[in-house]
Nanobody, 128 residues
């Protein structure tokens, strides 16, 4: 599966952005999908994931502000980001892997592995 992430940009603190991860080349509904981010000088971290069955999990750092959803008809997974703070500034990536049930949910909040297919990153900058 090929992935393309989009939707990043410059936003003021307190603002919102919606990132999109569009898939092509395979049946996306069979894949678990995750969002990751890497801030300057830090490890890349998985911050959200949604399984093929629709179970989802968000990292503590974003829970209550971010949400993840998927639109099977559009072959797209979204990351809605609200109440953004400067600490959310990072390059955001999406990844997808054939579903293994709930395993991906245990990886949320931990450093990313290189498993699966990856889209290119999209820069999110939160600054006044």
């Amino acid at each position: 599966v090929q992935l393309q992430a989009s939707g990043g940009g410059l936003v003021q603190p307190g603002g919102s952005l919606r990132l999109s991860c569009a898939a092509s080349g395979s049946t996306f509904s069979s894949y678990d999908v995750a969002w990751h981010r890497q801030a300057p000088g830090k490890q890349r971290e998985m911050i959200a994931a949604i399984t093929a069955g629709g179970s989802l999990k968000l990292a503590d750092s974003v829970r209550g502000r971010f949400s993840i959803s998927r639109d099977s008809a559009e072959n797209t997974v979204y990351l809605q980001m609200n109440s953004l703070v400067p600490e959310d500034t990072a390059v955001y990536y999406c990844s997808a892997d054939l579903s293994t049930g709930w395993d991906i949910l245990y990886q949320v909040g931990h450093p990313s592995t290189d498993s699966g297919s990856w889209g290119q990153g999209t820069q999110v900058t939160v600054s006044s």
